[in-house]
């Protein structure tokens, strides 16, 4: 299998850096490919603006949509977005790695996010009708791909359990697992989140990485999140609203994407 890990820490010697070589270590010892993309030190650009599209006219405002649509379709793109773009065509499974900031990822990576994510290749591809939103949400570039956010985070479990004060670590997740990865068509897996690291010691570093090797060997077979497909009979066109009855009473906010059996 091809794992791609899109790394975004700025230090290579950090906590996160360990976590990436123990799964670095074991995706390689169980006979996969790995490719790594560390952001910062590609010093990766992150802001999308008028040098992502060298083909387009000088005149006129930049609407990143339409030329992101046109340079993905003429190739026009440029060659630091491509080879990313490649990876991705390249990979089986695709990991997120970084440290959760201000209840997100860093920067960086949403600027990958931002540029790799073209018109036609990540968003706006397959028909667009009144019936039907084009090939998204379980369907799309990605599809037959699986996905994994690998994150740290400074708060404690229970400041992320169902009534702690930073709300549920999934739902801080959701936008990331559902909105970037299963968007595009990835079969996402849950997440490895190691909490409370920055204390961290080595007595308290083995623990985490033998649970980060078991998450690495069985990345092919760990149950997906079963998000529910846009274009299975779930939603409503055009509105795209889950159809009624289909949740048990009281559920509502994210949870409601949550089919009870996967297709
Ligand atoms: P490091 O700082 O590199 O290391 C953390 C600890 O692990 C240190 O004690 C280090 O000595 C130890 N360590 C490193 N490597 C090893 C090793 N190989 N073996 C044993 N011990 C080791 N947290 C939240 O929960 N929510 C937030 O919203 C949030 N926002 C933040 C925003 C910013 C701008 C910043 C800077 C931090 C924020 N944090 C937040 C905390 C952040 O998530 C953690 O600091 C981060 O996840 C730690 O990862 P690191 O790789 O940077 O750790």
Redesign the pocket.
């Known amino acids: 299998m091809n794992v791609l890990i899109v790394f975004a820490?700025p230090?290579r010697?950090?906590?996160?850096?360990?976590l990436l070589d123990v799964a670095v270590a074991e995706l390689t010892a169980q006979g996969h490919e790995v490719k790594v993309s560390d952001l910062y030190a590609m010093h990766w650009k992150s802001a999308i603006d008028r040098d992502d599209f060298p083909t387009l006219a000088d005149d006129g405002p930049l609407k990143v949509w339409k030329a992101s649509n046109d340079g993905f379709a003429a190739d026009a793109l440029t060659p630091d977005v491509k080879a990313e773009q490649e990876k991705l065509l390249w990979a089986d499974t695709v990991i997120l790695q970084f440290?959760?900031?201000?209840?997100?990822m860093p920067a960086i990576l949403k600027g990958w996010v931002d540029r790799v994510y073209a018109s036609g290749f990540a968003y706006g591809v397959g028909e667009h009708s009144d019936q039907r939103w084009g090939d998204r949400y379980g369907e799309g570039v990605m599809a037959g791909k699986r996905a994994m956010l690998m994150v740290?985070?400074?708060?404690w479990p229970e400041?992320y359990s169902d009534r702690g004060i930073?709300g549920p670590m999934d739902d801080l997740l959701f936008p990331i697992n559902h909105g970037i990865l299963f968007y595009p068509g990835f079969t996402v897996l849950p997440p490895f989140v190691a909490?409370r690291?920055?204390?961290?010691?080595?007595a308290?570093?083995a623990p985490v990485a033998e649970q980060l090797r078991e998450r690495m060997k069985t990345l092919e077979t760990t149950t997906p999140i079963p998000y529910r497909k846009q274009n299975f009979g779930d939603y409503q066109i055009p509105t795209m609203e889950l159809l009624p009855g289909l949740t048990p009473p009281g559920a509502r906010g994210f949870e409601v994407h949550l089919a009870p059996e996967r297709d």
Request: aromatic residues 18%; hydrophobic residues 40%; charged residues 20%.
């Open positions: 820490h230090e010697h950090s906590l996160n850096g360990a440290p959760l900031w201000w209840f997100a740290t985070a400074g708060g400041h930073n909490y690291v920055d204390r961290m010691d080595e308290k570093f």
